[in-house]
């Protein structure tokens, strides 16, 4: 039964990359996307604190782009970290996402200091530090992520406006961190209080030196783990790493055509396909293309033939 929980556990990191890596390339694959042109747009440094652009300039076009990598990257960490939109436009649900986001970066820390724990005993190294700084940040993440994986399904299940819009899946996704951040609890209590069976299983990952399992809840707890490892790139969670790209590319993607050959190129191309739209006001005037379809005019008087 042992090798055959390594086995799930090497299973589950492949899926895992593997489908970052296919999201990755099927999103660099997509078609352009339609520009949101959204301001502000954070790279504008001082424009962005009242929402200006470039453009604003007089002869832009001729003038060097300036970006500001700094409030970009402030912008970023305010909403990775503290879930700033969250808290300006939905303080309520704030108070719930905010604990559970925050126990997943716990907990991706703790993995982490597993993992430097395995690698410093394989080689020697004294990890009385680790040890301890292993145990705090892992029962905070773990009592942090059940708290606000618990409040964020009870909210679904009781808020007449979230309820609405949440589906089966939703609820799904919360029950499986419930249960597995659960049990990695219930094995932290009464089973691995210092985290010493995690690092010497993380050792044996690492070492390939597959030492059998003891412990049936410590089992249980690898096999939820892993499910979870593989199953989160593959759903709609998968935002905690795709979001770069609804960020920089998407929401604050600002880059003129002008002397751009390239996006050029990828506008020539979405203009040239087909329409399929069956809205009347797109497929209702024959139009083949979508280039003829954006240099239409619907409301312009049809022209008359000269007598």
Not at 92 to 104: A, R, S, V
Not at 173 to 189: E, P, Q, R, S
């Amino acid at each position: 039964m042992s090798l055959l929980v390594y086995v799930i556990v090497y299973l589950a990191v492949t899926v895992f990359i593997s489908a970052v890596l296919y999201r990755f390339l099927k999103y660099i694959r997509n078609p352009m996307h339609l520009r949101w042109e959204l301001y502000p747009v954070p790279h504008e440094g001082k424009r962005a604190s009242y929402g200006g652009s470039y453009m604003e300039e007089v002869d832009w076009w001729e003038k060097p782009r300036e970006k500001s990598r700094i409030t970009e990257l402030k912008a970023m960490t305010q909403e990775i970290l503290l879930l700033k939109a969250v808290w300006e436009n939905n303080r309520p649900l704030w108070y719930l996402t905010y604990p559970f986001h925050l126990g997943l970066y716990l907990t991706g820390a703790f993995i982490a200091l597993v993992g430097v724990g395995a690698i410093a005993q394989l080689a020697g190294v004294a990890i009385g530090p680790i040890t301890a700084l292993t145990r705090l940040v892992g029962l905070a993440g773990f009592i942090l992520g059940l708290i606000g994986a618990a409040g964020l399904f009870c909210k679904r299940l009781t808020d007449p406006g979230m309820r609405e819009y949440s589906s089966f899946g939703h609820f799904f996704n919360l029950a499986l961190f419930i249960i597995t951040i659960g049990v990695g609890i219930l094995t932290c209590l009464f089973v691995d209080p210092a985290f010493n069976m995690a690092r010497a299983f993380a050792a044996s990952l690492i070492s390939f030196n597959l030492a059998p399992i003891e412990s049936p809840l410590f089992l249980v707890q690898i096999l939820l783990a892993s499910l979870l490892i593989a199953y989160i790139p593959l759903t709609h969670m998968s935002h905690f790493f795709m979001k770069y790209f609804l960020y920089h590319d998407i929401r604050w993607g600002d880059e003129p055509t002008v002397d751009s050959p390239a996006i050029q190129a990828k506008i020539g191309t979405v203009l040239n396909y087909p329409v399929t739209w069956a809205a009347p006001h797109i497929a209702g005037h024959g139009k083949n293309t979508w280039a003829e379809v954006a240099t239409f005019n619907p409301a312009a008087e049809p022209e008359t033939e000269k007598e």
